[in-house]
């Protein structure tokens, strides 16, 4: 309630209509309809002298969207409802052009999910790839001593890897990106390359146990016929249990890359504006968390739609080649 302080009271009405005028004006709130009453009523607003009068009601008004910075509701509880959304909005997006701020953080954000995503797939099928190779070696027993030396190296490029899915498993992503951004790239310039490596890395660990999976969902007999028909082990990973796997594990790698878009939240940790970083900045000036979340929430859930739209059209042009 705005400080009102009546000062003196020159009613023109009289008996009962005069004492509801006067607890009218007595009564008003800084967020309902000014009440304009035939009197004239020397009230103090804020230090400022104001006769609450019909005539100047309005200057009244016009003092309290002054000290608010937005309008106040003139028409009903609906209707400021509308028009504090309304002076929401304004404030969020379009005072400073602060909507530039979203758009940054949203560029941002959607480059660092793409090249994450790129990295995550390429590093994440190759460990793959190479983890199932050693297992398909250890089932043959090396005979000449070179490929004693090659068995002994692939056990070694082996254990790397599984220790490196450990770790990156077993490590918050957050964690990583600050060791990546102030321990082993510490000093790097552009903080964007870093949270695509460490994302990247991050992802890769994923993937390749999506991928490794998927493997092995494949039949044994795909690679024997492989093998028989005079493919060698690489090729037939690459060109015939590879594309099966993929299929098999594409709903697992949909929802690693929403994992992905979704984990881009972190980066505001190393000062880079994305999405969530934007919008702290923008509640930081304007005082008001409900416009900037809200928003970034529509942003996200718009994205992770849009991703598993185009995911399901794939779906459904792998499955037409199915057998039925």
């Known amino acids: 309630m705005y400080p009102l302080r009546c000062v003196s009271w020159e009613c023109r009405l009289t008996g009962r209509e005069s004492i509801l005028s006067v607890f009218a004006v007595l009564l008003q709130k800084s967020r309902m309809i000014p009440i304009c009453v035939d009197v004239t009523t020397v009230v103090w607003y804020n230090g400022k002298e104001i006769a609450a009068s019909a005539e100047n009601a309005q200057e009244l008004q016009k003092q309290k969207t002054a000290d608010h910075g937005y309008p106040l509701p003139k028409k009903g509880r609906i209707m400021g409802w509308m028009d504090e959304i309304k002076a929401e909005f304004v404030k969020t997006f379009i005072r ?28 994440g099928i190759a460990i793959a790839m190479l983890r199932y190779g050693f297992v398909q070696i250890k089932k043959r027993k090396p005979v000449t001593p070179a490929k004693k030396i090659g068995y002994v190296l692939y056990f070694i490029i082996d254990k790397i890897l599984a220790f490196y899915v450990a770790v990156v498993r077993g490590v918050p992503l957050v964690v990583q990106l ?15 390359v870093v949270c695509c490596i460490a994302m990247g890395l991050n992802s890769a660990a994923y993937v390749s146990e999506v991928v490794r999976g998927g493997i092995n969902s494949v039949d044994a007999g795909q690679m024997e016929a492989g093998r028989s028909l005079g493919v060698g082990a690489f090729d037939t990973i690459l060109y015939i249990i590879l594309p099966q796997a993929f299929k098999s594990a594409l709903p697992a790698l949909c929802n690693e890359g929403i994992a992905v878009l979704k984990e881009t939240s972190i980066v505001g940790y190393i000062a880079v504006v994305d999405l969530t970083r934007a919008s702290d900045l923008v509640r930081s000036r304007t005082m008001s968390p409900m416009m900037p979340l809200l928003f970034i929430a529509a942003v996200y859930f718009a994205c992770v739609m849009i991703l598993s739209f185009g995911v399901s059209i794939l779906e459904r042009r792998l499955k037409q080649g199915d057998r039925g």
């Open 178 to 192: 600050l060791i990546m951004a102030f321990v082993i790239m510490a000093g790097f310039p552009n903080k964007i």
């Open 96 to 123: 400073d052009d602060r909507y530039k701020v979203f758009l940054t953080g949203f560029e941002n954000t959607i480059l660092i999910t793409l090249v994450s995503i790129v990295v995550g797939m390429v590093f």
